[in-house]
Each structure stands twice: as C-alpha cells, then as structure tokens.
C-alpha cells in the first residue's frame, strides 16, 4: 500500500474516532428538573393555614456530593405580628425517590428585611448537600417545610396533593454502582448554588470518557503516521 495512502488511512480513522467521542458528549442527556406547585397545610401559631406554592430543586454536582437548592416562588404562611430582621429562618426536607431512598435537609438563611404582620413571609433559596448512597436515577420532592421564627418553630407545613418530583438526577455513589457510607442528608451549611446551573451526572460523565477516549486514539493515530514515515524513510 503507497505511504501517502497508508497515512489518510490513519488520519481518517483516527478523525472519526475523535468525532464519534465528541458527539456522544454533545447528545448526553442532562438532569431533568420541572416548576411544581406544592399545596401545603401549614400548623401554626394562629390556627392552620393553606397556600400553594410553585417550588423548584435543582443541584450542582460537587465532588462526589451535590448541592441541592430548593426554591420557592409564593410565600405560605404569614405572620400576625412584625417579624424583625434576622428573627425567621426556614428549613424543610426532600423526600428521594428512585435508586435512593431517604430525604435530604436543606436550609435557608435569616430574613434580611423586616417582614410586616399580615404579609406571606418569603421564603426564598433553601440549600443542602445530597451524597448519593446507591447509583442510578434518583428523584427530589418537595417534603415538610418549617418556618422557624422568633426562638419557636411558627408554621409546619406539609404538602397535601403527592407532588411530583421536581428533580430527576442520574446520580453516582462514590465507591461504585452499589454504594455504601453515609445517607444522603445535608446540611444548610453549603452555600446558596449559583444561577441554577444542572449538573453533569452519571451519562455526561461516560460521555467525557469516551470524549477522552476519542482523543487518546487520535493521538495514536499520528503516532503510527510517525512511525510508518520513519519506515518508509529508512
């Protein structure tokens, strides 16, 4: 076979090789989150109260933990008196689902702002780390939430119309597929996530593998025209 023939030879596959590692990454499937709203039948100070609250979850991959964020966009209970600020603080749990079972703490910071009597108290970004336990698809749904305020619990609220998950998340335990260590319960130590972003899980992992692979294949390819052209010159 001519030399010049031998080496587009090379070339091309080593190109579709590449390419083939590239387009997997760019079909890879990213986590799938949706707006729902969550009807919740609050316990409180005054007597019980209703409201219904559209929430969403997202996370942030972070090593081999996640931080979760939960949002609300409506307040759901209100306070009969001033609340000062720096007095409320919110926290509530994520039920798992899937290949994951459990539920997950997340925590939102003190009230910045003085918040009027009779006005829905914001509730705002709740946030929390998730360590996966077992591998797969695992599910995020909106659970208790609690309004602590001025040294007591004030409003327990739970949700009344089995809400649907609002995260579904390719997930990989650390250790591999089966998992082991911990649960997945957090903290509301971890930092509010930045802008929402949706992690890269489990699928765009295996797709940066093969990515990589694809590369080290190209660069193995110009190591055999290297080595067919010292050849053909000796």
């Known amino acids: 076979m001519p030399y010049r023939r031998r080496t587009a030879l090379a070339l091309a596959a080593a190109a579709?090789?590449?390419a083939a590692g590239s387009a997997v990454l760019a079909s890879a499937p990213a986590a799938q989150a949706?707006?729902?709203?969550?009807?919740?039948a609050c316990e409180t100070k005054i007597g019980p109260k209703s409201a219904v609250s559209p929430v969403d979850i997202k996370a942030v991959r972070s090593g081999n933990a996640y931080t979760i964020t939960m949002s609300f966009e409506k307040g759901v209970s209100d306070s009969p008196v001033e609340l000062p600020k720096g007095v409320m603080t919110p926290r509530a749990e994520l039920v798992l689902g899937g290949a994951d079972d459990g539920t997950v703490k997340v925590k939102g910071t003190p009230n910045t702002a003085a918040i009027p009597p009779d006005t829905p108290i914001k509730i705002g970004r709740l946030t929390g780390t998730y360590t996966p336990k077992k591998s797969g698809k695992v599910t995020f749904t909106a659970g208790v939430l609690t309004v602590h305020a001025l040294?007591?619990?004030a409003a327990v609220c739970k949700p009344t119309n089995?809400?649907?998950p609002s995260l579904e998340l390719e997930v990989t335990a650390a250790g591999g597929?089966?998992?082991s260590g911990d649960s997945g319960g957090g903290s509301g130590?971890?930092?509010p996530a930045s802008g929402g972003e949706l992690p890269r899980t489990g699928p765009l992992d295996s797709a940066t593998a093969l990515g990589t692979l694809g590369g080290t294949v190209l660069l193995?390819?110009?190591a055999g025209v290297l080595w067919l052209t010292r050849r053909t010159a000796r």
């Open 151 to 153: 040294g007591m619990d």
């Open 34 to 40: 949706a707006v729902v709203d969550v009807n919740y």
């Open 16 to 18: 579709v090789a590449a």
């Open 189 to 191: 130590d971890t930092p």
């Open 162 to 164: 089995s809400p649907k």
């Open 220 to 222: 193995t390819g110009a």
């Open 177 to 179: 597929s089966g998992g």
